[in-house]
């Protein structure tokens, strides 16, 4: 009885000492909103110990919020010990998509992640400051968020990725309260064109990005994720896409974000 109490305590003691990653809450001021805004950060074992580790910012879909990633997805502290990466996951407002909105100030939030969130935690944290470790992904609204922040910002990220993407939002132009940040396609037609990741391919040209999406075939967003893949083909971009089974769920982007993760890791790898 004693000798498997031991033994249990050792595996205990061993699980513990194997995966010693921090997740923690922290608060970023973005003076372009005016407001205080929370994040959440996975860090791996003697992150203090450690210089220069990549970083991968994931972002969260419509209606969700900074704490998504860490509370339905499973092994993600895990991840960030065994392949020792920083793991970042903002909040992206309500249903904000990422945009630097034309008609409301208080949904700036490109402005936020590149300007405001990225030096934050490259000042406080031991990150890489390069290019080359850096990476940005998401799901739904933040798989359009992802590429364009990424797109618009390619001196900054090496790879972006995209999980059941809106990555043409033009079709949608009813949901997800898009009119109202950007004006209704009736009377701002121009702005629907400017802010649709699908038209900004040509802004990765100077600076290769590497990118990886998937998207369900029960996804609503199936249709537009293939016109996507069309479209990179057509300007001769380079892009790993993968059609999966699935749909719009965590079911299916508890599977994809370890894709997109090892797709990340072993670019970081390669770049050392």
Known sequence: MKKKAYLIFLFFFASNYLFSFQIDTFSVFSFSMNKEIKNIVI????????????????????????????SKTKGLGEYSDNNNIIIVCPDGGYNSWYFDSPIDKNYMYETYIVNELIPFVDSNYNTSKERNYRAISGLSMGGHGAFYIAFKNSNLFVAAGSMSGGLDIRPFFKNWDIKDRIGSIKKHPNNWEKFTVINLTDKIKENKIELIFDCGKDDFFFDVNIAFHEKLKADKIIHTFNIKEGGHDWVYWNNSVYDHLNFFTELFKFAR
Request: aromatic share 18%.
């Open 43 to 70: 860090k791996p074992d003697f992150h203090k110990n450690k210089k220069d580790i990549p970083v991968v910012y994931l972002l969260h879909g419509a209606y969700g919020n900074y704490t998504d990633w860490t």
